[in-house]
């Protein structure tokens, strides 16, 4: 019997997950989905302005019911972006994107860098700049977090350049006479910036408890420290939600909270200090609702999405639906820093109901017809979601990030899996931990492309990044589904290797660019469902077959036979009809 990982734990990865064998032939005999005609749209590649209608025919609308397509909805992802948000200012967005990483990652500011950007700030202190032009408080607090983070904290190679330091001796005392004091405080804790001995930031508090509590915690942070679980959670039920407009008003200044968010990302966050993040807001509406299935696979793609390659999750989902393997797809519009396509914007541009709670995607994922759903961070995380501006703001990527891909906003009567992409070496294991946290039965985390969770067909490059390859995965699964205690007895299975598609057969091919078109996302994974073979349609059923039979799936012990099924659900035009049925029925929830 064909398997990718061996039935005994083990701790180095094999060559590769595949054994030799010749390319598979499909077995399936194609049988079109009813009054679904290929040739009237989905082989014709869609102009960079199409018709909203263009990927499916009137046929299809009529039949199944489909909503009108909001017109509103643009083809771009970069312009779902709600237009409600104020803009960084892009000279200081810049800069941030060099100073407010990782202890290795930071590229210092040279002197006419650091001059032009401290002169930006002055004059947008001094009123002088307006709107976009105006450098924002999360700006101010996330460029002098990393700031004094680098200078107390890091390596020399990334703190200060000579640059930076002449640039801050010029402008620091004009600057300490216009800055807000909560940016002084961020910038200068312990007041001895360059000699000039102001007491504002030793002696600052903040206004209120709860800012009071974060003003606490940021000193522990901007000194490059860590903090515990209970201090982390404490700060965000604190002060988030943070938009007005809530049940709680704003309680904090969005400079301590974007200092706060990017000082603990630069510090690289410890197990408890994620924890903290991933399980602050479980209890926001209560116990998640309970789906009556058999199996729930959790997808944690990147909420920022993909800018420049196809992705497959969402045809995926459709896919495993078909034989009894429910998934929950979660995200958001829109998100910064990538501001790529998303699973909602896919969803909302098909006519779907994309502000379902948890509550109705849970009747989803028991419907018969159907077997998957999304759940936007909107309706099931409000607390969370009103941190979409200041994260575009502050440029980098929080904790949060990594956290919010392992959630379960509804949990299901049998066993359960989460998937989850990554990029940075690193945090891998993190993500893995919180999986297990999480009580699940298996937990996988790959690194595909743009660091989600497309496996793809494309040989490596000879240029790899340091750190994992793309395709590689790691995880764990339970050989025990009776229980996944580990206190009572349960053995983990873990696993870590790299997907080599050329070795089962797949021919080697570029993965299809997509370059933020959300309409050409929706055509190459519409076509792929409709059975037209290439490079979405392999990638689809790749990464459906590889999950399933890595997350120990019934019926998927043979890798073969899992990628196979996977086929059968797209041939049969199964897979098509849960989607079109998600359409309607998420529509008709109102």
Known sequence: MKVLINPEPFLSPPNSIFPNKPPCITRFQLRPFPNLHRHRSINRRLSSTPPPRATLDSTTIEQF??????????????????????????????????????????????????????????RSARGEMKDEDEVSKAQLGAFFAGMTIRANAFPEATQWSEGETRAMKTFWPL???????????????EGLMMGVGSSIGPQYVGNGTSEMRLVGALREVLAGGHLGFEEVQGVLKDVLPFQEGHEKPKEASEALL???????????????????????????FGPPPVADVRSLTHYGEPYDGNTRFFRSTLFVAAVRSCYGESCLLHGVDWMAPKGGVTEEQMLKFMGANVN???????????????????????????????????????????????????QQYVKASGKEAIVAGFYHEGYEEPLLMLMKRRGVHSGLVVKGEEGGLSLTTRLRSANATRGPPVNYCSGFRALDVSSTSELGGVTRQGFSLEVN?????????????????????????????????????????????????LLGVDGAEDISA??????????????LKRLLNYIKVSHKMG
Not at 520 to 538: C, Q, R, T, V
Request: aromatic share 8%.
């Open 501 to 549: 598609a050329k070795e089962y057969g797949f021919q080697p091919t570029d993965t299809p660019r997509t370059d933020r078109s959300v309409s050409k996302n929706i055509e190459f994974g519409l076509s792929a469902l409709l059975g037209e073979k290439g490079p979405a349609y392999d990638r689809i059923v790749l990464n459906a077959g590889v999950v399933d039979h």
């Open 258 to 284: 974007s200092a706060f968010l990017i000082g603990q990302r630069m510090n690289r966050e410890t197990d408890r200090e994620l924890k903290a993040y991933c399980l602050a807001f479980d209890d926001e």
């Open 175 to 189: 600057l300490v006479r216009v800055l807000p004091p909560e940016v002084i405080f961020i910038a200068d804790p």
């Open 356 to 406: 379902l709670s948890p509550v109705k995607a849970k009747k989803l994922l028991e419907d018969d017809e159907v077997g998957f759903a999304y759940v936007s961070q909107r309706e099931a995380r409000p607390s969370l979601y009103s941190l979409i501006g200041i994260r575009e703001h502050i440029k980098k990527r929080p904790p949060l990030a990594s956290t919010e891909k392992v």
């Open 65 to 122: 019911g489909i909503p009108e397509f909001d017109v509103r909805n643009p083809a771009l992802s970069s312009s779902y972006r709600s237009s409600a948000l104020p803009r960084p200012n892009q000279t200081v967005l810049e800069a941030q994107a060099r100073v407010c990483t990782g202890p290795t990652q930071t590229r210092p500011l040279d002197e006419q860098q650091a001059f032009k950007v401290f002169d930006t700030i002055l």
């Open 562 to 575: 899992a990628l196979d099924r996977a086929r059968e659900a797209i041939d049969s035009g199964n897979a």
